[in-house]
């Protein structure tokens, strides 16, 4: 160890020590009135090496009330032709309180082959130096030579694939995780949503808070609100401190409410035809926009941006609405010839108001439900009780028409009453 505290009944000997051993230390040793204890790391908890990249916890305790700040660093052990000099490295605090409950460190990479070393130095309320505390010496050694383990966790469960596999508002859901290092103490579950229209996922709730590593698990009820969003879950492995260590998500999950056909009196198929002859003609018309037109786009405008394949509809509200899927495209324009390419700039002062649906008129279904639906306007979705109707709206081959709705964008539609 290349540093030193003495403990000298003599005064007259004790400053004799002081000054030759500043010689070859270049630092002072802790003074009694402003000692402080660094706790950790040392070997008892991580061995005599440390590997780049590995996280450190730094933790020390004052034991004198005069002790108001303490700074924590990290010193490099070098070797000259006289000796060996400890020279400063980094801050890792300044300025933090004496009670402070840990911070993590990691180790960069070029300190490997270095030996290094923590100090905790103590100041008084106006900075004042007292005294400091060192930790043991360590090695720094590449991770390819390392035979620690590097944190780390994974989730388990749930684990089939992405959004195509959606979840059910009130099914059960078992949320588990496993594969966890063994620096790791506790662990905080959180589910995290978006909509299909957003960027990035934000926090909906936490599931469980400094749970145990070897939790066996929960089972997690998906609410209503959550119908038409996509969902992942997130398990983050902290030390005994708090301090994140590791993270771990699942696949995105698309969220549908089931549907419940309304098996009511019902709509003849004659009346059906003729709501839809009169119903819709344009997506505004669709939409139930106001008539009167909105400054903000032109009107039966179809445009994208050039860095994204979305289309969007202008309403006569003035508003944009994006096409979910080609299929919804399709059902209402026969190509893309209409559709223009403008700025992000002048797309991101177009409000968005929403989704287009399939046109009156288009069948569809989806993989979780053998109901074909017919759409009405609004998104309004009316089961098709009998083969017989079916043909009547489509022909012999209505089934060859059938249009599949991602679940994800299944939500956005209402059920109406069944047709027969």
């Not at 130095?121 to 590449?142: M, P, Q, R, W």
């Not at 926090?203 to 929960?218: C, E, F, K, Q, T």
């Not at 009780?385 to 249009?403: D, F, H, M, P, Y």
Request: aromatic share 10%; net charge neutral.
């Amino acid at each position: 160890m290349f540093f030193i505290r003495l403990k000298i009944a003599s005064t007259a000997f004790s400053l004799l020590a002081v000054m030759l051993l500043s010689v070859t230390l270049a630092v002072p040793t802790a003074k009694a009135d402003g000692y402080v204890n660094l706790t950790s790391p040392n070997y008892t908890e991580y061995g005599t090496t440390l590997t780049a990249g590995e996280h450190v916890t730094v933790k020390w305790g004052s034991a004198l009330s005069s002790v108001s700040l303490v700074d924590a660093t990290v010193w490099v052990k070098e070797s000259t032709s006289t000796g060996s000099n400890d020279v400063f490295y980094s801050n890792i605090a300044v300025n933090a309180p004496p009670t402070h409950s840990g911070i993590t460190w990691t180790v960069p990479q070029e300190l490997t082959g270095k030996a290094i070393a923590f100090r905790a130095e103590t100041k008084d309320a106006y900075g004042n130096h007292l005294g400091f505390s060192h930790s043991d010496v360590f090695t720094v050694i590449s991770q390819s030579n390392n035979q620690k383990t590097v944190s780390h966790i994974s989730m388990t469960s749930p684990c089939h694939s992405g959004i195509n596999s959606p979840f059910v508002v009130g099914d059960y859901v078992q949320i588990k995780w496993g594969n966890v290092s063994s620096d790791i103490r506790t662990v905080d579950l959180s589910v995290w949503a978006k909509t299909p229209y957003e960027s990035t996922e934000q926090l909906y709730s936490n599931i469980l808070l400094s749970a145990s590593p070897n939790h066996g698990g929960v089972s997690w009820q998906i609410s209503q609100d959550l119908s038409g969003k996509n969902i992942s879950f997130r398990a983050n492995g902290k030390d005994a401190y708090g301090n994140l260590l590791a993270s771990d998500s699942t696949n995105v999950y698309s969220v549908v409410s089931k549907p419940v056909a309304t098996q009511a009196t019902g709509v003849s198929y004659q009346n059906w035809v003729s709501e839809q002859a009169m119903s819709a003609p344009t997506i505004s018309a669709d939409k139930g926009l106001p008539s009167t037109i909105v400054s903000g786009c032109t009107t039966g405008t179809l445009f994208r941006i050039a860095s994204n394949p979305a289309v969007y509809y202008c309403g006569t509200d003035g508003k944009r609405y994006a096409f979910p899927d080609s299929h919804t495209y399709f059902s209402w324009y026969e190509d893309f010839s209409g559709v223009i390419t403008v700025s992000d700039k002048s797309i991101g002062a177009i409000p968005f108001g929403g989704v287009v649906f399939m046109k009156p008129g288009t069948l569809v279904k989806i993989a979780s439900d053998p109901k074909v639906y017919a759409v009405s306007k609004g998104g309004t979705l009316r089961w098709v009780r009998t083969e017989s109707v079916a043909s009547q709206l489509c022909g012999t081959n209505w089934n060859r028409k059938v249009i599949d709705i991602s679940p994800a964008f299944f939500s956005n539609y209402v059920m109406g009453e069944t047709l027969e």
